[in-house]
Every structure is written in C-alpha cells, then in structure tokens.
C-alpha cells in the first residue's frame, strides 16, 4: 500500500487526551466541556427517538433546521440564505470542510492557509490534489493578519482562502476592517472562501462576530461553516451546517451525498427545535467570558503571560519565563509531572514554529479551572 497521508500521524488531541487520562491529569488539552448540555436540548433529542425519528434524514437535513439556521442568521447578520437551496446540515464542521475543499479544489489548485491553524485543512487539501500556501502569522504582533503578505502569495494558481474567525488556537477574531481588505482583495478574482465560523456564538468583551457572510462581496463566493457541538456543548454529536450561495451549495452537496449523505435524525429534530428560542445561543457568550475570565483570574499569579482570549474556548499563554524547553516536550511534562494537560501551539504550524506557547481549553467546570490554576501557579 502506498500511503495517500504519509505524514499524517495521530491527531494531537487525541495524544494529548490519551495521555491525560493515562495520567489521571485534568484534561485542558482537547476541546471538549465537561459539562453537560442543557437538560432540555437532551430532553428533545430523547422525545425525538422515542417518537420513531431514526430514520434517514433528507439529504441535505430536515427541513425545519434548515429554516432555523436561515432564521438565525437572518436576524443576526440580516443576511438571506435559502433554506432549500442554501443550507445544508451536515454531520460536524469537519464533514462541511472537507466536503467544501472538494467541492472545489482541483488537482495543483493552491489554498491559502493563515497558520497556527486547525489541523484539519491541510490533509483535506492534500488529499484533493491541492497545496497548502501558508501565511505564517506571529504572537509577537498579536496574530495579526498582515494582508499585503496574503495579497503576495496569491496567484492563478489560488483557488482558496481558509479563515476562522473566533480562531482556535488564539482566540483573536477578524474585524470589520479585516473583511473589507479582504473584499478588495478578491473582489475581481474567481478565489472561493471558507468561513471556520464554529466558534461564532463564542465571543467576549461586547465584541461583534464578522462573519464572512457579513460582506456581500465575501458571501457570494464563501462556504460558511459552523458546529452546534461547540454552542451547545454538544461536541461528541458531530452536527454542523455549511452556508453558502445555490451554485456553491450544490456542488457542496454532490460531495455531501457521498461522503456522509446525511446526519442523524433525532438531533436534528431537537436541534430545531432548541434553536427557534434564541436565548438558548445569545447566552452563550456570557457564559463563556465568564470560563475565561474565571481561569484567567486563576492564573494570574502564575509565571504565564498571556492576552485575554477575544473569542472561542481556548486561552494561549506563553511560558518563557517558566522554561526554555519546547512547547511539545512541555505539554507531555506537564501533564505527566503536574497533572495539567494543554496543547502544544506549534503542532498548528506546518513547520512547527515553537512560539513557546501553550493551549489551555477553559470549557471546563469552576473546579476544574480552580485546581489547574493552583497547579499551574506553582511553576
Ligand atoms: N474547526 C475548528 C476551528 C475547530 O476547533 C473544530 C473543533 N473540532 C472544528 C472545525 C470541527 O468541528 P466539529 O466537531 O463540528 O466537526
Ligand atoms: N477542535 C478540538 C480542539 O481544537 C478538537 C477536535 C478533535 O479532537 N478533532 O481541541
């Protein structure tokens, strides 16, 4: 057999939370609550099987999420989405990624990735044919984008672009100024956009999410993606969604309809259902700044320095001031020595640039935080 990922080993998720348990450490590293989801979200999935609804869902999803999703984002971002022709539910946003870089990318197409990055782009490029083109961007500058670098790197090779906005593993967002640069960039191009949006409901400090689909230029040529695992605690029931325009969401459900075809029933009935109060999502922020600002406040005498998380569960802290080691061998030590697992930041570079930086996941109860946050503060 010759391998079609020669370089693709275990994810660092998986390591890192295999070696927590191992090590009865808390788990910090993986991106996972352990919490439950809301009792009555559970409540409906269980009316929902007991009602028989546990057979094939349409292909696309059942027509009442659809048009749940197309009302959220409607009122959010006064944005239009056809529920019929341009929402699909899919099963996790890892299924929309990899179902919209093959939707579109041809063999030697080139994608540009803005790294550290999640780990799932890449080989969903590769594996079409495609080439990664990374824009390498540094904690020193607060991960910002400079978009002149990005502007250089595009060709007429470029096929694609991939942002994720709140950003794991950082936590920085795109702003209104960064949408509008892009805009120009692409404006007169044939480039196509993902949207990592799964974080999009987790965002602090009265920050607004500048969702792609929040620019008429960007929207008409972005495959918007977004996880109900990640709003609703939810993570192990992989359902997601993607938003796009009706030419791009056909050519996305071509691949749907054969990678997955379609995603689990009863979740979906309770998931639109769940949906139709917006409380249950315009909570969500709240409830998340208050995770980051309890485990900031548990590491604030710590030898860690860090910048306040703008969005998603993860807080990045680095530790030059504790070690010199590097951020892989760190991780492992902690988590054996300390009982505090975390995730290396340099595993999101393609050349594992070691910033000295690691990933903390505060989705995760108050005594959790609290006992990793004494923990962490004796080093
Ligand atoms: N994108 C990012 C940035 C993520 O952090 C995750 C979480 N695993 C995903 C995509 C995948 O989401 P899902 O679990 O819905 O497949
Ligand atoms: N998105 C999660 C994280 O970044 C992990 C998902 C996975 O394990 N594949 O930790």
């Not at 999935?45 to 009602?51: G, I, M, R």
């Not at 699909?88 to 929309?96: K, P, R």
């Not at 890449?122 to 910002?144: F, K, R």
């Not at 996305?252 to 029933?265: A, D």
Request: charged fraction near 20%; hydrophobic fraction near 40%.
């Amino acid at each position: 057999l010759i391998s079609k990922q020669p370089n693709t080993g275990t994810t660092i998720f998986t390591v890192m939370s295999k070696l927590a348990s191992e090590y009865e450490a808390l788990n910090l590293s993986q991106g996972f609550p352990n919490f439950d989801c809301s009792p009555k979200l559970a409540a409906l999935v269980n009316h929902y099987l007991q009602k028989g609804m546990n057979q094939y869902a349409p292909m696309t999803g059942i027509p009442a999420l659809r048009e749940v999703i197309a009302q959220k984002v409607s009122d959010l971002y006064q944005v239009n989405y056809h529920p019929e022709s341009e929402v699909t539910v899919v099963s996790g946003a890892t299924e929309a990624l990899y179902a919209a870089i093959t939707a579109v990318v041809h063999q030697g197409d080139e994608v540009i990735l803005l790294e550290p990055c999640y780990d799932s782009y890449a080989p969903a490029i590769t594996l079409n044919g495609g080439i990664p083109v990374y824009v390498t961007l540094s904690p020193e500058n607060g991960y910002q984008i400079d978009w002149n670098i990005v502007k250089a790197k595009i060709n007429e090779k470029t096929k694609l672009i991939i942002l994720n906005t709140p950003h794991n593993p950082t936590g920085t967002v795109l702003s209104v100024e960064d949408l509008n640069t892009l805009a120009d960039i692409v404006k007169d191009s044939n480039i196509f956009l993902i949207g990592d949006e799964v974080y999009e409901h987790i965002i602090f400090d009265g920050l607004s999410h500048w969702s792609l689909l929040r620019n008429p230029v960007l929207k008409e040529r972005s495959f918007i993606c977004g996880s109900f695992g990640k709003t609703f605690h939810v993570t192990g029931w992989k359902v997601g969604y993607c938003l796009a325009p009706k030419q791009l969401s056909e050519e996305f459900r071509k691949v749907h309809q054969w990678l997955t075809f379609s995603t689990v029933t009863p979740i979906q009935y309770a998931l639109a259902d769940f949906l139709k109060e917006p409380e249950n999502y315009l909570s969500i922020p709240m409830f998340y700044q208050q995770k980051r600002d309890k485990f900031l406040s548990c590491i604030q005498n710590s030898r860690f320095s860090f910048t306040p998380a703008k969005g998603s569960f993860f807080q990045c802290v680095n530790y030059e001031k504790i070690t010199d080691e590097n951020d892989y061998d760190l991780a492992v030590r902690l988590t054996k020595e300390i009982g505090v697992a975390s995730i290396p930041v340099s595993v999101f570079y393609h050349q594992k640039n070691d910033f000295k930086i690691l990933r903390f996941c505060f989705a995760k109860d108050d005594e959790t935080l609290e006992k990793a946050g004494e923990k962490l503060s004796k080093l």
